[in-house]
Nanobody, 115 residues
Framework: QVQLVESGGGLVQPGGSLTLSCAAS????????MAWYRQAPGQQRDEVAT???????TYADSVKDRFTISRDNSENTVYLQMDRLKPEDTAVYYC?????????WGQGTQVTVSS
């Protein structure tokens, strides 16, 4: 019943920007944590940024000062603003939420940073 639909990925040149969106449906109660992860080919899935319902957002050191996570609780949507993108940011980006103590994943969206 709970579904996460991601959008906003694509091809961008180094130094460019993209904004990812993830909208959750089938939500009746409050979502706890909302987060973004990424996974490059042959690598593990790593946390990029997390924003709890209460408290301060946290970021991986590799994206700190370049990425900004935000959420709209009225629309059950989480965003990831990505600025000054680097080739090493290339990966499939996945949305993740914790809802009623259960984790859910989005389908993934490809971000490619290349000249």
């Amino acid at each position: 019943q709970v579904q996460l639909v991601e959008s906003g990925g694509g091809l961008v040149q180094p130094g460019g920007s993209l904004t990812l969106s993830c909208a959750a449906s089938g939500i009746v109660f409050n979502i706890e944590d909302m987060a973004w992860y990424r996974q490059a080919p042959g690598q593990q899935r790593d946390e990029v940024a997390t924003i709890p319902r209460l408290g301060t957002a946290t970021y991986a050191d590799s994206v700190k000062d370049r990425f900004t996570i935000s959420r709209d609780n009225s629309e059950n949507t989480v965003y990831l603003q990505m600025d000054r993108l680097k080739p090493e940011d290339t990966a499939v980006y996945y949305c993740h939420i914790i809802y009623r103590d259960v984790g859910y994943w989005g389908q993934g969206t490809q971000v490619t940073v290349s000249s």
